[in-house]
């Protein structure tokens, strides 16, 4: 194997298929990147941690082609310290492989190239869907946070995508919040999946790096494919059902508060730094007549921050977990929001002033005074 490329494109493409390299398997092997020079001029990096595989492919001026597996982190970290150069990169036998510049040299060692697993094609029945981009991206960023962090939840640590013909929906809860968001669409094929929480996020990443409009999904049975501009991501499509979302929020409020986005943000973050160890980052938020007092207590000392709203119906007095509320509202863009109260011990739903767009629902804590 002999071939030669830009380090910058190298870099760039290292760091995109290292994002399926597993930091904390027992296999050496999944700590490795894939190098595949191939006699059409191009170079192939994949990565695999046997739940996502990433494989994307590069400009490159082969001179022998050839295969060899790198441990991803030392030649990650050498090819980003080169200069930006032409970087030849050649293997000298079945264990080791040398890099050069102009002035510099390494040799590193290889694996086996035979261990390296099979990460497979797209399934013969996958169903196509033609993603936006940016859409995708906006709607993982308001809803993975709300995702399961707890493996034993299985399904409860991705996110749903629910596609209907002028609608798509991603839903996502772990069992303190909900988060929901819509987006109108034209002529989509119904379908829906779940893919983990944590493999959407890394999705998103690379539909950034690549800066591409649009995104293919293929999806079989039992894994997806994902081919962003050049680089192509086969994943796991996880199994079992959803929990019904819809039944869980609430359909009436006995209590309607519209509210500045930025000020109650900054209010909560404030109450949060006294709220009491231990008790769920524990605030108090009491609405009466126009005005919402936000307060907590430790044994530091205590806080309280008062904002004006406009309110619809009854009193309340409600707890929250600061923690959970701040992650809903560093969501939302809106520069106003809705938030919708039952009773003090019901869940509180975030609405926007007008249209449907998303809704996300928060458990309160049960409070005895502060």
């Known amino acids: 194997m ?13 760091n995109t298929v290292s994002k399926a390299v597993s930091n904390r398997t027992t296999l050496p092997i999944l700590k490795g990147i894939l190098l595949q020079a191939t006699e059409e001029g191009k170079l192939i990096l994949t990565a695999s941690d046997l739940e996502i595989s990433i494989k994307k492919e590069i400009e490159a001026t082969v001179e022998e082609p ?25 293997g000298d036998d079945e264990s080791s492989v040398t890099l050069k510049t102009s002035y510099s040299e390494f040799k590193v060692i290889t694996l086996p190239v035979e261990e390296f697993p099979n990460i497979g094609e797209k399934e013969q029945n996958s169903d196509r869907i033609l993603f936006d981009g940016n859409l995708f991206k906006e709607m993982v960023r308001k809803t993975s946070f709300a995702a399961s962090m707890d ?19 991603m839903v996502s809860l772990d069992g303190f919040r909900l988060a929901l968001v819509k ?3 034209n002529g989509a094929i119904p379908n829906k999946f779940i893919i983990s929480a944590k493999v959407m996020n890394e999705i998103s990443k690379i539909v950034a790096d690549e800066e591409e409009e649009d995104i293919n999904i293929y999806l079989g049975d039992s894994k997806a494919v994902i ?15 959803f929990i019904n979302y819809r039944d869980i929020i609430p359909s009436e409020n006995n209590t309607k508060v519209i509210v500045g986005k930025e000020l109650l943000t900054e209010g909560i973050e404030r109450a949060s730094l006294l709220a009491k160890e231990g008790k769920n980052n524990l605030i108090k938020i009491s609405i009466k007549n126009n005005l919402m007092t936000i307060t907590s207590r430790s044994e530091e000392g205590n806080v309280k921050e008062e904002i004006i709203i406009e309110k619809e119906g009854n009193d309340i007095e409600i707890g929250f977990n600061s923690k959970f509320v701040i992650e809903v509202l560093k969501a939302v863009d809106d520069e106003q929001i809705s ?3 039952k009773t003090g011990v019901s869940p509180c739903v975030v609405k926007p002033v007008e249209g449907d767009a998303y809704e996300y629902l928060i458990l309160p804590v049960r409070i005895p005074t502060l």
């Open 2 to 14: 002999k071939f030669t490329c830009n380090q910058q494109i190298l870099a760039k493409a290292i």
């Open 183 to 185: 987006e109108d669409v």
């Open 339 to 341: 938030l919708n109260f």
């Open 227 to 241: 081919n962003i501009g050049t680089t192509e991501v086969i994943l796991r499509i996880m199994e079992g059902d």
């Open 151 to 169: 493996e034993s939840k299985g399904v409860l640590t991705g996110i749903l995508t629910e596609i209907e013909e002028n609608e798509i929906k």
């Open 66 to 90: 050839g295969s060899a597996v790198v441990i991803s982190k030392l030649f990650g970290d050498i090819v980003r310290k080169l200069p930006n150069d032409e970087i030849s990169v050649s």
